[in-house]
Nanobody, 120 residues
Framework: QVQLQEAGGGSVQTGGSLLLSCVVS?????MAWFRQAPGKEREAVAR???????NYDNSVKGRFTISRDKGRNMLFLQMNNLEPEDTATYYC?????????????????WGQGTQVTVAS
């Protein structure tokens, strides 16, 4: 049974930075960070394939960086120049396929989520 556990959320001022991490127990393929703000749908912000290829939503491109450490079975999201619009609960997600797009159904495993709040 694969389990994911996020850490690193918190509250920052506009322009600040946060590093999210996700510990993965078990073998997975593609991974991603999703976020969900109150009253909004869950959306993919950054994805990484089993080969290390990355993809970002336009809203975070140039500010967020996704990476994975297969040796330590961890996923990271470095978030810089944060904006109030980035306020949301962030979820680590993983699936068995080598590559995944943004569809939620491709991700079989989800973490509990970590809250990120950016004050203006």
């Amino acid at each position: 049974q694969v389990q994911l556990q996020e850490a690193g959320g918190g509250s920052v001022q506009t322009g600040g930075s946060l590093l999210l991490s996700c510990v993965v127990s078990g073998s997975v393929g593609c991974m991603a960070w999703f976020r969900q703000a109150p009253g909004k749908e869950r959306e993919a912000v950054a994805r990484i394939t089993s080969f290390g290829e990355t993809n970002y939503d336009n809203s975070v491109k140039g500010r967020f960086t996704i990476s994975r450490d297969k040796g330590r079975n961890m996923l990271f999201l470095q978030m810089n120049n944060l904006e109030p619009e980035d306020t949301a609960t962030y979820y680590c997600a993983a699936g068995p396929r080598l590559r995944c797009d943004t569809a939620l159904w491709l991700y079989d495993y989800w973490g509990q989520g970590t809250q990120v709040t950016v004050a203006s």
